[in-house]
């Protein structure tokens, strides 16, 4: 009897899935395993099962292609999250369907490739028996116990190039540019792409702000002679009430977006300043993987066979380079990596005088490093800072 093993991709699309398909062809045919793809998704595990043949032929070329071959889906009936914490349990007649398809489909191993809702689906699987193997993805780059989600280094060099492509049109017209990015409750990709592309404030998830904040650092750098801005915020940042910004659908997560023209307005407001809003939203999941993407999403791919193969059910892979190793699913999906605001990457963007919004901008590099390091610079004895936005407006304009 042929050994066979099942992979699918599930959740939001991001680059690099194609890359794990085709590893997983590849080393399954070197292996001489037989390998199956469910389409759309964990729906095509059950009723109607819908699945084609997956083989390094039928995957050629597909290394730099975005998306996937095999469809994938974050609905449906085997929706197992409705927020950060709030998990919910599969129908158990959906489970024991699966169960069924595996079994008569003789799949040694079913890899299952997603985020941590997807991944929180293939823990229910494994603690009912069906013999599964997580891939993490996400271009949040939020699940624990992995250094990096493939889709992650794609979505910052999206966000990059566009905060490049602002900072021109904004030093030609004087502008203040705000630009949203994706990220649900983790701030990376704001935090990455705002250090890469050099942006001037980064509105984060994990550290609150005020609006105050931001428009004491963008007078500031007019007092530097610097007569634009460049704001990046995370779709999953809190406006200073504590509020997500989003739409409300019912048996869903709240739909993230709408942040970044709640803050470009405000701004405008507080300031009087041409302020412009430009939403990535779905280009940080499309297009080609970069190279970084492709190998790691490749690794994946061919280490999840291996997996399977020596039967570490019930795991995730997860890449601490330059070691890539697994945990088990359930310790993976069970809180999400979120940016650490005392990390050395907040550290090293306070230094380089990035703003997060939660302080005034004289105060940005005061302390930035352990105080047995050094200290950036102080504030002038006796300076006053600022404290009411309105005052620094009449301040700026007299």
């Given at each position: 009897m042929?050994k066979?093993?099942?992979i699918?991709?599930?959740?939001?699309?991001?680059?690099?899935?194609?890359?794990?398909?085709?590893?997983?062809?590849?080393?399954?045919?070197q292996l001489?395993?037989?390998c199956i793809?469910?389409?759309?998704?964990?729906?095509?595990l059950?009723?109607?099962?819908?699945?084609?043949p997956i083989?390094?032929?039928?995957?050629?070329?597909?290394?730099?292609q975005g998306?996937t071959?095999?469809?994938?889906?974050?609905?449906?009936?085997?929706?197992?999250?409705k927020?950060?914490n709030?998990?919910?349990?599969?129908?158990?007649?959906?489970?024991e369907g699966?169960?069924?398809t595996?079994?008569?489909l003789?799949?040694?191993?079913l890899?299952c490739v997603?985020?941590?809702?997807?991944?929180a689906?293939?823990?229910?699987?494994?603690e009912?028996g069906?013999?599964?193997?997580g891939?993490?993805?996400?271009i949040?780059?939020?699940?624990?116990a992995?250094?990096?989600?493939?889709g992650?280094?794609?979505?910052?060099?999206?966000a990059?190039?566009?905060?490049d492509?602002?900072?021109?049109?904004?030093a030609?017209h004087?502008?203040?540019?705000?630009?949203?990015?994706?990220?649900?409750?983790?701030?990376?990709i704001?935090l990455h792409?705002?250090i890469?592309?050099?942006?001037d404030?980064?509105l984060?998830?994990?550290?609150?702000?005020?609006?105050?904040?931001?428009?004491?650092?963008?007078l500031?750098?007019?007092?530097?002679g610097k007569?634009?801005?460049?704001?990046?915020?995370?779709?999953?940042a809190?406006?200073?009430?504590g509020?997500?910004v989003?739409?409300e659908?019912?048996g869903?997560?709240?739909?993230?977006?709408g942040?970044?023209r709640?803050?470009t307005?405000?701004?405008?407001?507080?300031l009087?300043?041409?302020?412009?809003?430009?939403v990535?939203?779905?280009?940080?999941?499309?297009?080609?993987?970069?190279?970084f993407?492709?190998?790691?999403?490749?690794?994946?791919?061919?280490h999840a066979?291996r997996?399977v193969?020596?039967?570490?059910?019930?795991?995730?892979?997860?890449y601490r380079?330059?070691?890539m190793t697994?945990v088990?699913?359930?310790e993976?999906?069970?809180?999400?990596?979120?940016?650490d605001?005392?990390?050395p990457?907040?550290?090293?963007?306070r230094?380089?005088?990035?703003?997060f919004?939660?302080?005034p901008?004289?105060e940005?590099?005061?302390?930035?490093?352990?105080?047995?390091?050094?200290?950036?610079?102080s504030?002038?004895?006796?300076?006053?800072?600022?404290?009411?936005?309105?005052?620094?407006?009449?301040a700026?304009?007299?």
């Amino acid at each position: 009897m042929s050994k066979r093993i099942g992979i699918l991709t599930s959740g939001g699309d991001c680059p690099g899935l194609n890359a794990v398909i085709r590893g997983t062809a590849k080393s399954c045919d070197q292996l001489g395993y037989d390998c199956i793809g469910f389409l759309k998704g964990y729906e095509g595990l059950y009723d109607p099962v819908q699945y084609v043949p997956i083989t390094p032929k039928n995957t050629k070329g597909i290394l730099s292609q975005g998306g996937t071959i095999l469809g994938s889906t974050n609905k449906g009936r085997f929706a197992a999250v409705k927020g950060v914490n709030n998990r919910v349990e599969i129908e158990q007649h959906l489970i024991e369907g699966v169960k069924k398809t595996i079994e008569q489909l003789d799949i040694d191993g079913l890899i299952c490739v997603g985020g941590d809702g997807s991944l929180a689906i293939a823990q229910q699987f494994h603690e009912n028996g069906i013999p599964v193997v997580g891939v993490p993805k996400t271009i949040d780059n939020d699940l624990s116990a992995t250094a990096f989600t493939f889709g992650f280094d794609s979505a910052i060099e999206c966000a990059t190039d566009a905060l490049d492509r602002l900072h021109t049109t904004a030093a030609s017209h004087e502008r203040i540019m705000v630009l949203e990015v994706m990220g649900r409750h983790a701030g990376w990709i704001a935090l990455h792409a705002g250090i890469a592309g050099g942006g001037d404030v980064i509105l984060i998830p994990e550290i609150p702000w005020k609006f105050e904040h931001i428009c004491h650092k963008i007078l500031h750098r007019e007092s530097q002679g610097k007569k634009f801005t460049l704001v990046v915020v995370a779709e999953g940042a809190h406006m200073p009430d504590g509020n997500m910004v989003g739409q409300e659908v019912s048996g869903q997560q709240l739909k993230l977006g709408g942040i970044g023209r709640a803050v470009t307005d405000e701004i405008e407001r507080r300031l009087h300043r041409e302020t412009r809003l430009c939403v990535l939203g779905h280009l940080q999941r499309g297009g080609a993987p970069t190279t970084f993407d492709r190998a790691l999403a490749t690794q994946f791919g061919a280490h999840a066979v291996r997996m399977v193969v020596e039967g570490r059910f019930g795991e995730m892979l997860c890449y601490r380079p330059p070691e890539m190793t697994s945990v088990p699913i359930s310790e993976a999906v069970s809180r999400i990596r979120q940016v650490d605001p005392d990390g050395p990457m907040v550290q090293a963007a306070r230094a380089l005088g990035l703003s997060f919004g939660d302080r005034p901008a004289d105060e940005l590099s005061i302390g930035v490093f352990d105080k047995n390091v050094c200290y950036i610079h102080s504030r002038p004895e006796g300076e006053e800072l600022l404290a009411d936005t309105e005052a620094a407006v009449e301040a700026a304009l007299s």
